[in-house]
């Protein structure tokens, strides 16, 4: 058989083969899977005719923003800080002290001469000095020969520590100088001496402010406070300064 003939032979062939494949095609559509019921073969040779969605096409992913968002916690804490600073700040004398804002002088010991800063041996010298573990090197003032101020940062325990001030005062009451409305401000007495409490703005973080007269002026001696400032709940804080109290002064 010549190659012409044979190539139309194979024209005339090819319409018959197509219809065949299509047919068993069809045949094995209609037939039951080996694993599971008839109708599941077709399901899974039937062609997916939904076009391919683009990238802008995809519902959006929230999962970060739903990370990010506020916890009840977190969103309870901002609502009390915001509701806290809309009301009136507290200024004036409450109980044996006196309440100042934070932008008005603050005069507990008056100067001559301009406050520097004094060495760690007239820290260590000066009745102020408080004896505890510290974090960090101690931070004081002087003027006219007196240290007047002394504080650092007090170790309290292993994760926790606080801010202790102790100074002088000459006035009939200390001046303390606050940013609070009244009712987060309480006064109570630790250990028989009068205290002032700052309470916190919002319940997630401690930040409890503590102001407590160790000692009242005489006409040749001034008064002692005691302030104990950030990182403590109100508890925590009362404790602490009554412990202190008792190394100071005893029983």
Same mark, same amino acid.
């Given at each position: 058989?010549?190659?012409?003939?044979?190539?139309?032979?194979?024209?005339?062939? &090819?319409?018959?083969?197509?219809?065949?494949?299509?047919?068993?095609? *069809? +045949?094995? $559509?209609?037939?039951? /899977? @080996?694993?599971? =019921?008839?109708?599941?073969?077709?399901?899974?040779?039937?062609?997916?005719?939904?076009?391919?969605?683009?990238?802008?096409?995809?519902?959006?992913?929230?999962?970060? &923003?739903?990370?990010?968002?506020?916890?009840?916690?977190?969103?309870? *804490? +901002?609502? $009390?800080?915001?509701? /806290? @600073?809309?009301? =009136?700040?507290?200024?004036?004398?409450?109980?044996?002290?006196?309440?100042?804002?934070?932008?008005?002088?603050?005069?507990?010991?008056?100067?001559?001469?301009?406050?520097?800063?004094?060495?760690?041996?007239?820290?260590?010298?000066?009745?102020?000095?408080?004896?505890?573990?510290?974090?960090?090197?101690?931070?004081?003032?002087?003027?006219?020969?007196?240290?007047?101020?002394?504080?650092?940062?007090?170790?309290?325990?292993?994760?926790?520590?606080?801010?202790?001030?102790?100074?002088?005062?000459?006035?009939?009451?200390?001046?303390?100088?606050?940013?609070?409305?009244?009712?987060?401000?309480?006064?109570?007495?630790?250990?028989?001496?009068?205290?002032?409490?700052?309470?916190?703005?919002?319940?997630?973080?401690?930040?409890?402010?503590?102001?407590?007269?160790?000692?009242?002026?005489?006409?040749?001696?001034?008064?002692?406070?005691?302030?104990?400032?950030?990182?403590?709940?109100?508890?925590?804080?009362?404790?602490?300064?009554?412990?202190?109290?008792?190394?100071?002064?005893?029983?």
């Amino acid at each position: 058989m010549s190659s012409h003939v044979k190539l139309q032979t194979l024209a005339l062939l &090819a319409p018959v083969l197509a219809i065949v494949a299509l047919g068993l095609v *069809a +045949i094995r $559509a209609t037939q039951p /899977d @080996a694993n599971g =019921p008839a109708g599941l073969a077709s399901e899974s040779t039937a062609m997916d005719t939904t076009p391919p969605q683009s990238e802008d096409a995809r519902p959006e992913d929230t999962s970060i &923003a739903v990370r990010t968002s506020p916890r009840p916690r977190i969103a309870k *804490a +901002i609502a $009390a800080v915001e509701a /806290d @600073a809309l009301k =009136p700040r507290f200024t004036g004398l409450l109980g044996e002290f006196h309440i100042v804002g934070p932008s008005d002088p603050f005069l507990n010991f008056a100067c001559d001469s301009y406050p520097t800063r004094p060495t760690a041996t007239e820290m260590e010298s000066s009745e102020l000095y408080l004896r505890r573990p510290l974090l960090g090197s101690r931070e004081g003032a002087m003027c006219d020969g007196t240290v007047y101020v002394v504080g650092g940062t007090q170790l309290i325990d292993d994760d926790e520590s606080t801010d202790i001030d102790r100074g002088y005062y000459q006035g009939p009451k200390p001046q303390a100088s606050r940013n609070a409305p009244l009712d987060r401000l309480t006064v109570t007495t630790i250990g028989g001496r009068p205290a002032l409490v700052e309470q916190a703005r919002q319940e997630l973080f401690p930040e409890c402010r503590l102001l407590v007269i160790e000692r009242t002026p005489t006409p040749s001696t001034p008064g002692i406070f005691m302030d104990i400032t950030g990182n403590l709940e109100c508890a925590t804080a009362v404790e602490l300064a009554a412990r202190i109290l008792l190394e100071l002064y005893g029983p």
